[in-house]
DNA sequence: GAGTGGTCTAGACCACGGT
DNA sequence: CCGTGGTCTAGACCACTCG
């Protein structure tokens, strides 16, 4: 018997439902199931790649653990849909001294294009010389501004990507990316080190010039795995923390 | 039918899986099945818990996912070894600019006892003024002190706890819990600052007084989640960073 | 009550590692 | 060769959600 999971994935060996793990999230990041849209269920799906319904329940196991679905009993799968709340509890790490998660408000400063330097192309995997959305934008805490950090990303990713300067941005930019251009973030790679404050970076912040701040380089990917955004973030840590779990 | 894993659990619901996933953790934290030992296979486990081998997998798989065990097809399923490599691979996360991880050697320098303060024992969950292992030592990458850090370990946990000051540490520490105690060290959480150096910190990493360098409280915890070990530790991040992965 | 995902079982066959 | 875990299937029953 021939499956249309081994037709459409070609030759090299995959375990069945890999291969439908694989197609499911081809046809999510293609936009043919669309974020917030609910999936056909496990009995039609396996129809439709000519497995079982167990192998089907496997991979959609596998893709909820990702994260790129959502399971509920006597409802149905749904293509998971970024909120800003489900933003905040996997992108955002900072938490208060009592190790509440911090709420962070958001507000734009500027936006502009740049060209892609060196660094920044080999980070984003883009030729050097890309031009990048290039938006600056501090992050309030408890009242006070805590973080002030740099977007980029390729302006050929978002085409007409815009936010206002000086508004309150109500919504993550995982949440925009996601609304208006189809992209959702499925992972991100962050780098830390402690630095001293530029003038900059202390004003922004109201710190005093050359104090300890975190510095934070993230490249954010979709969910194929392509780097959408750069963000280099300062943050303050006298009130809040930045929290890991290893497990 | 009346099964061996609903005699031992009690009364409150957990799916088959779950509380045969339970029972197993339960012996190998009790020591009954010691660190690389090789467990029952999967019929045999099914035959002890009274429930089919696909439950037992699905109790064993997630295991595994938790790395409490390794399975390896042919060969049998095995209780985790903490060797060094794996502790360092999963706990930790100091990574060179070119991304690879850093190798550290460890040196100690002195240890002591001391007793709990108010915040130490309400971090490791255990009684004001409980005495602790307290030792400081460094750690070296690339040739050069990278990271000066103290460990508290309750006294009770592992009493005759000793290292020798000014040797070179050849196991981590995780691998000493586990092959001199039995403890078996499976979450950690971090709190990460960035501050100024201490003249001490300062004088240890080779850095200028007041220097900015990343300041890591970590609690880590043994299979059963009880709070094991303390360690507060301050790091170099000019010529290393912390790597974070987000999924 | 109809439809969904969650659990559990039973059995077949395969791939791998050692004898 | 045998024993192990890995994959895949088929079907039963349960728990949850909603109309």
């Known amino acids: 018997m021939e499956n249309e999971a081994e037709k459409e994935a070609g030759a090299e060996f995959q375990p069945l439902y890999a291969q439908v793990k694989a197609l499911i999230t081809k046809r999510i990041g293609a936009g043919e199931w669309k974020p917030g849209t609910m999936l056909p269920n496990e009995f039609q799906l396996a129809a439709a790649f000519n497995v079982s319904q167990g192998t089907v329940r496997k991979a959609l196991m596998a893709l909820e653990a990702e994260r790129l679905i959502v399971r509920r009993q006597g409802r149905g799968t749904y293509v998971a849909r970024h909120t800003s709340e489900r933003t905040l509890f996997h992108f955002f790490r900072m938490v208060g001294m009592d190790d509440r998660p911090a709420e962070p408000i958001s507000r734009a400063l500027s936006q502009k294009t740049v060209t892609a330097t060196r660094e920044f192309a080999a980070r984003l995997e883009v030729p050097r010389g890309t031009p990048l959305h290039c938006i600056t934008r501090y992050r309030i805490m408890n009242g006070a501004p805590a973080i002030f950090e740099r977007i980029y990303v390729p302006v050929r990713c978002m085409p007409d990507l815009a936010v206002e300067p000086g508004s309150e941005m109500l919504d993550e930019m995982y949440v925009i990316y996601q609304e208006r251009f189809g992209t959702t973030i499925a992972h991100a790679s962050e780098r830390l080190a402690s630095v001293a404050a530029t003038d900059e970076v202390a004003r922004q ?43």
Do not use: K
């Not at 380089?217 to 973030?233: G, H, W, Y």
């Open 205 to 247: 912040l109201g710190l005093a010039g050359g104090s300890p701040v975190l510095q934070i380089f993230r490249v954010a990917r979709d969910v194929n795995r392509v780097a959408v955004e750069l963000r280099i973030s300062f943050c303050r840590t006298d009130l809040f923390r930045y929290a890991v779990e290893l497990n």
